[in-house]
């Protein structure tokens, strides 16, 4: 299958889970009844940090949060953001409240970046409930953000993925016909499988990157893509 410059979406992007079913990982948060899968189930919105190595579900887990809500997700990267986008977002999030009576997930990605300029810009929009505030960072949350801001959000530290939740998301992309390679029929044995979720280090976007390379290297035997061993080697 071809796919062009402007279809194209990596195999990590296409796989990222559309329902808190699909997560695989994190049951330290996300077990049943444990705090966070309680807010996404009940859908109390409420302004959090999320703090964890790459990898490991932040932005999923914020998008999933906002789509269980019926809250817009608006999302600012705080290496190329200003105080004029967190303004422009503050706005849009004002209109949407206003217009359709829906909140407004403002997600932060590496939020330890933002200068307390930029964090004193929306501090009072996520005081006054204007939008409600999720940041992921991979820093310690206590030594980057301001003292104002963490005490209005609760902090989530989210940890490296183990070999078994890599094991389960390396399964559903050689399953998934619609979003995965399932298409493909890959034969991928158990050992690459395991081999692929060693090299990941705890990384789910990693896992499924070095997946979609190795499928690209797929040999065909007997009729069939056989994805070799030494692929990894």
Request: charged share 25%; proline share 5%.
């Amino acid at each position: 299958m071809t796919a062009s410059a402007e279809t194209y979406r990596p195999l990590a992007d296409r796989m990222r889970p559309r329902s808190l079913a699909e997560f695989a990982g994190q049951p330290h948060i996300l077990g049943p009844g444990k705090p966070l899968r309680r807010a996404i189930e009940e859908g109390n919105l409420h302004s959090m940090v999320l703090w964890g190595p790459p990898g490991t579900g932040k932005t999923t887990l914020a998008k999933l949060l906002a789509e269980q809500t019926n809250a817009e997700f608006l999302t600012l990267s705080a290496v190329l953001a200003g105080v004029k986008d967190i303004r422009n977002a503050v706005d849009a999030a004002r209109r949407i409240r206003t217009l359709e009576s829906r909140l407004t997930v403002l997600f932060i990605d590496e939020a330890h970046r933002f200068n307390k300029a930029q964090q004193d810009a929306f501090l009072p929009y996520v005081e006054d409930g204007t939008v409600i505030f999720i940041g992921a960072t991979t820093e310690n949350p206590s030594f980057e953000l301001n003292s104002a801001l963490l005490s209005r959000a609760r902090t989530y530290v989210l940890k490296r993925l183990e070999p078994d939740a890599l094991g389960r998301i390396i399964e559903n992309a050689l399953n998934d016909r619609e979003h995965g390679l399932g298409y493909l029929d890959l034969e991928v044995t158990e050992s690459l499988r395991d081999k692929l979720a060693q090299a990941a280090d705890g990384d789910a976007r990693r896992a499924l990157n070095l997946l979609e390379i190795a499928a690209d290297l797929a040999e065909e035997r007997d009729g069939r893509l056989v994805i070799p061993d030494a692929v990894l080697n």
